[in-house]
């Protein structure tokens, strides 16, 4: 897998998961059938949200290594050549 279809990859997985954090929200806070359903409502928003934690974190993370490590390598690369 190419770094470019990685680095697609891994914003799509950021945006589901901020989607499901922001769905998790507005059924706990607005959703009234949610309500209605009492604590398993509540459970199922909380299992929005954390299944948006988790695919949102971790790549976060991943992506900015990956972008640090890109900028040090052309940062080398620059100083390589000037050198």
Known sequence: MSEQRLILLL???ITIGICLILLGIYLHSFSDYMESLGVTGIIISAMC???GLIFSLPTKMYLTF???KRESESQDNKV???G
Do not use: Y
Request: proline share 0%; net charge negative.
């Open 11 to 13: 914003k799509t997985s």
């Open 66 to 68: 990956l972008l640090v």
């Open 80 to 82: 390589d050549s000037e």
């Open 49 to 51: 949200i954390a299944f």
